[in-house]
């Protein structure tokens, strides 16, 4: 068995071991491994569905030493007017990119793709050879809060033989198949679905021929609110103005998102229904505009079974159309898992930080272990933020979320990285105003003011 050294060994080379692997690159003098068992970097942008694509603007996301995209806004279709979000194919040429420009040119970067870690060992998915690696510094665990994708999912219900259900990715080769199906049956209610009902929209598909199976509604961030330009301060710092005044004086849950739809920052796709989950999906009034177009929606539970005669659902049943296509969209991209420290002796395990940036969590949690002694004081920048699976949920998500801001804040070396980090982009946009502009100054000034009162109310309704 070969044996190489490493300072840090980082399992996983996805969206978040990328982001760890540039910023602890830049900010110390260490050697990195890279252990991924894809054959490229990327993690599950390379199994993900043709027509995905980002869903917040490429300018928060990627590796903070290189820029995604080109800094351009959208000139046609449904994000027309907003910046760009790179499709799930650009966004794994750059990470391509990334590695071999970036990463590997230092000199201090060992790439092992198609490679299992095993119980001490870099084990080869294609040889079998296993190759120790002693790890000097620390092992990174960057896939423990790796999304589950619609191409690797295990449907959670019955499918009678005769019910044809296929993975989304499975669309774009439907001129393959001899005969238009008689109907598309979307099942789920989260953002993948959005996506598959939208791509078959914008494929011509007559709205009256999809049916959606959608077991809860969610509220979906406006993206008008999550711009990177000065020209969208209003929006972007008025929305968080408004959800600052929303936890600090909101009576429930319920209620905050409520004050967030009146203020603009939430949108829903049916009006008529009061959602009852987030899971921080961000969508454009354009493409809500285009879901709703679709009316043919069932709300009776998760499904529980597929047959050729019906639609097996926890709440009753819907009659099954002979010919039909299901397209399975019930994966949930963000499972359950307990957060737990970051840092842990010679263990770091990233999450989320600020929600919902997975991105630049990872980037700031290399900064702060390259500048920082002791797991106890890194931990305290670091708390893990929770990632939302109810309403109230929301409410611990932005306490730990305000409590970490507070923290970055109130450090120089951090706040100063921030400002600088292309992967934060709302500080770069609130630096860069003219300290001139009273009024855009007194927006920062009662967000910074309406913080602890926000903290406090969030605090006690969660406990209550």
Same mark, same amino acid.
């Given at each position: ?78 994000? *027309? ?79 009678? *033989? ?152 926890? *709440? ?149």
């Amino acid at each position: 068995m070969s044996t190489i050294e490493t300072d840090y060994l980082i399992i996983g080379g996805g969206a978040v071991g990328m982001a760890f692997a540039d910023t602890i690159l830049a900010e110390t003098d260490a050697h990195v491994t890279i252990v991924d068992r894809q054959a490229r970097p990327g993690g599950h942008w390379n199994d993900a569905y043709g027509f995905v694509a980002l869903h917040q603007p490429s300018a928060f996301y990627g590796v903070n030493s290189l820029p995604l995209g080109e800094n351009r806004k959208d000139t046609h279709g449904v994000n *027309e007017g907003l910046y760009e979000l790179a499709s799930g194919p650009e966004v794994s040429g750059y990470y391509d990119k990334v590695m071999r420009q970036k990463l590997l040119p230092t000199g201090r970067v060992t790439y092992l793709p198609m490679t299992e870690w095993r119980d001490g060992a870099a084990v080869s998915l294609m040889s079998g050879e296993a190759t120790r690696i002693t790890v000097r510094r620390k092992t990174v665990e960057s896939a423990y809060n790796s999304p589950v994708i619609p191409a690797n999912h295990t449907p959670r219900f019955d499918v009678a *033989e005769g019910v044809r259900l296929v993975p989304p990715g499975a669309l774009p080769r439907l001129w393959l198949e001899p005969e238009r199906p008689a109907r598309f049956v979307v099942l789920g209610g989260g953002k993948t679905a959005m996506d598959a009902v939208g791509w078959l929209l914008a494929m011509g598909t007559p709205a009256e021929a999809i049916q959606w199976v959608r077991p809860r509604d969610s509220w979906l961030i406006n993206r008008t609110c999550t711009q990177p330009g000065t020209e969208f301060f209003d929006a972007v710092f008025g929305g968080q103005l408004a959800q600052m005044k929303a936890f600090a004086q909101g009576t429930s849950p319920e209620d905050i998102f409520a004050r967030l739809e009146e203020a603009g920052m939430m949108l829903r796709i049916d009006p008529a229904v009061t959602p009852t989950m987030f899971h921080y999906a961000t969508i454009s009034q354009g493409e809500i505009d285009a879901l709703a177009r679709v009316t043919n929606v069932v709300r009776k539970g998760r499904v529980t079974a597929l047959t050729p005669e019906a639609i097996v659902l926890e *709440e009753g049943s819907e009659p099954a159309v002979p010919g039909a296509l299901y397209i399975d969209c019930t994966a949930s991209a963000v499972e359950v898992r307990a957060p737990q420290p970051i840092f842990q002796g010679d263990r770091i395990v990233p999450q989320l930080v600020r929600v919902p940036q997975p991105c630049f969590s990872a980037a700031l949690i290399a900064f702060v272990e390259a500048h920082y002694e002791g797991d106890d004081a890194k931990n305290a920048l670091c708390r893990t933020v929770p990632f939302p699976h109810s309403l109230k949920d929301y409410l611990t998500t932005n306490i730990v979320n305000l409590m970490n801001q507070g923290a970055w804040l109130g450090d120089e070396k951090l706040g100063a990285w921030i400002r600088q980090s292309r992967l934060d982009g709302f500080g770069k946009v609130a630096a860069s105003i003219d300290r001139s502009d009273a009024a855009k100054v007194a927006v920062l000034q009662e967000m910074r003011s309406t913080a602890p009162l926000a903290v406090a109310n969030l605090m006690r309704l969660a406990a209550a």
